[in-house]
């Protein structure tokens, strides 16, 4: 409840860059205000693309990133990127070394590694509440409500 909360104010200060001497304060924005600040008010060509997808095809999403970018990758050296980047061998390293972006309030960063791991762990009156509180959004990336996904809407590359 308290992450769903945080997701949903635009009035929150922290200090992210805490390891400084002197940290700043930075003013972060709602999960909503944040995507649409980069799909709407980017100065950089934002090529979208979402989790699930990911999973689902790795070498055709991971290869239209690469030439988003302005890469011409060969297939063979994405297949030895995503190789390099399993889920398992993240989570293995991580066990190993530790991962230094993990929050600490998180045992690990890398969970399950897999889509709709949220299920079974958010109740309905939470699962609602971020869909009031982001639905549009939501929708605008292709999520419904009901945890499910559709292609992007207007994305011709889906």
Known sequence: PEAADFMATGKV????????????????????ENIVSWLDHSPHKVTLTRYEDLHAAPLT??????????????EEDIARFLEATRFEKLREEE???GFRERPKTSTTFFREGKPRSWEGKLDDALRQKLVQDHGAVMARLGYLADGGIVPIPGDNAQ
């Open 61 to 74: 999403h991971f290869t239209r990133i690469a030439k988003a970018a302005g890469f011409d990758p060969k």
């Open 13 to 32: 200060s922290g200090n992210a860059l805490a390891g400084l001497d002197l940290p700043l304060p930075e003013n972060l924005a709602s999960w909503s």
């Open 95 to 97: 066990e190993k070394s």
